[in-house]
């Protein structure tokens, strides 16, 4: 009986020794703009894998970078409240991280060669977005998707894109909506 319990006791020692040794998960966070950050950018900049944004309505005029992984960024109130304005500088919204969730924004006012919205070339999940106002140079006035990456697929889903262009370059690309780029096809 002494031999059986001191191997239930070697078992609980060794188990308990792996959990001091495997990697700190980090919890998972909710991250309100406003409130906690003035600036979306703000927000995903500190955010870790996991974490959730929650904006709250507003016009936010900034340039989105989403180049981590695992994060969620979600409007509080309706996507024609909540807004982010990129001011024809940039790319409104850029997204090259993977495992993302973005719901619930407008995005607008973006200028860039490619994607002046959207310019997506990772593995996200966007939902619920109005595409608007957005201008591109070569291909992809509204959202630019870059085949280029090593994404599998981004899923578009109940978007609106209106009122978007490209300019100089209508016979060397396009997609004053949606820009789909892919150099080649796997087998």
């Not at 495997?22 to 870790?48: H, K």
């Not at 994607?115 to 070339?121: D, H, L, P, V």
């Not at 509204?142 to 300019?167: A, C, Q, R």
Request: charged share 15%.
């Amino acid at each position: 009986m002494n031999s059986i319990r001191q191997i239930d006791i070697k078992k609980f020692f060794f188990i308990q020794t792996l959990y001091l040794l495997l990697p700190v998960s980090y919890s998972q966070n909710v991250i309100y703009v406003p409130l906690d950050y003035p600036t979306i950018q703000g927000a995903i900049d500190v955010a870790n894998y996991g974490d959730t944004i929650k904006v709250d309505k507003g016009i936010y005029v900034e340039n989105i970078s989403l180049w981590k992984n695992g994060i969620i960024l979600l409007s509080t109130s309706n996507k024609e409240e909540t807004i982010i304005d990129g001011s024809k500088i940039t790319t409104t919204f850029q997204c090259s991280g993977d495992n993302n969730i973005v719901s619930g924004f407008t995005i607008r006012n973006g200028k860039e060669v490619h994607g002046g919205g959207f310019y997506c070339s990772g593995e996200s999940f966007f939902n619920n977005l109005i595409v608007e106002n957005n201008i591109a140079v070569d291909a992809g006035g509204g959202i630019f998707i870059d085949g280029n990456s090593t994404f599998t697929e981004v899923i578009i889903k109940e978007n609106l894109v209106e009122k978007n262009f490209t300019g100089t370059c209508p016979t060397i690309f396009g997609g004053g909506g949606i820009y789909f780029y892919k150099i080649h096809i796997p087998f």
